[in-house]
């Protein structure tokens, strides 16, 4: 299957790190489609990626948040589209700092354990069954650290969100151990920013926008979790010729 035949779903494709692997894709020659709830996103997603790959960019304003939600979104961009052959999941938010648990309230656990678990499972659960049976379709998680550590003081609740979407991942490499379609995880141990934002030791969404790209199109593993804990990360464990 060419490249220019496949078209990737990626979610939260309008946010900074899905932005930069959105450009790559495209820029690779993939069709790229996005789904976002906020219309001024997915504009400003047109115009960061470059123009002669506007055409390969499909755009569909929904919520993937919820079971109602993502059907329609899945419904409308099989409408545009007609098939998906890889999806990205970038879902959640990179930072919360809202301050210890017990000045939390319920409401805050339940908004951090949407946006991290949630949304990613009712994603899943409706669009996987779209590439599970292929082995040339792939379905690649990208998660963060933060479940394994507390960031600092006053970020417990992003632990418990994003240790929960560690876990589910673990979850689904072992409940579908034999899926021909290839399961990938991308866990980022260090901030990515856009390259005007840049700190040193963090990740441009640029460079790891290629590397994500270069994995969905190479194929060649699968139920592999790749962890990036800074930029050398991205050569020496993801664009591994051996991978």
């Known amino acids: 299957m060419s490249k220019s035949d496949r078209v990737v779903l990626v979610l939260g494709g309008a946010g900074t790190v899905g932005s930069g692997i959105v450009k790559a894709l495209l820029d690779k020659g993939f069709k790229v489609a996005v789904i976002s709830r906020d219309s001024n996103r997915l504009e ?3 115009s960061f990626i470059s123009a002669n790959t506007k055409d390969s960019l499909i755009t569909i304003v929904g919520d993937v ?3 109602v939600g993502v059907e ?44 991290l678990l ?9 669009f996987f069954p779209l590439v599970r049976d292929d082995s040339k ?6 998660t963060g650290g933060a479940g394994e550590k507390l960031l600092m003081h006053g970020t417990g609740f992003l632990t418990v969100g994003a240790a929960s ?28 920013a856009t390259t005007e934002r840049m700190t040193p030791g963090y990740l441009n969404h640029l460079d790891l926008g290629d590397a994500v790209a270069k994995l969905v199109e190479q194929q060649n593993a699968s139920h592999v979790v790749f962890t990036i804990r800074c930029p050398a990360d991205l050569k020496s464990v993801v664009l591994d010729e051996n991978i």
């Open 44 to 46: 400003r997603l047109t």
């Open 65 to 67: 948040g919820s079971e």
């Open 72 to 115: 329609q979104a899945k419904q409308d961009l099989l409408k545009k589209v007609g098939k998906i052959t890889d999806v990205i999941s970038s879902l959640g938010f990179s930072w919360w700092q809202g301050g210890p648990p017990h000045t939390q309230t319920l409401k805050d656990l339940h908004w951090v354990m949407e946006s």
């Open 118 to 126: 949630f949304s990613t499972f009712v994603s899943w659960k409706a």
């Open 137 to 142: 379709c792939t379905y690649t998680f990208i």
């Open 165 to 192: 979407a560690l876990a589910f991942c673990q979850v689904l490499r072992e409940e579908y151990p034999e899926s021909p379609c290839k399961l990938y995880q991308m866990k980022i141990d260090t901030g990515v």
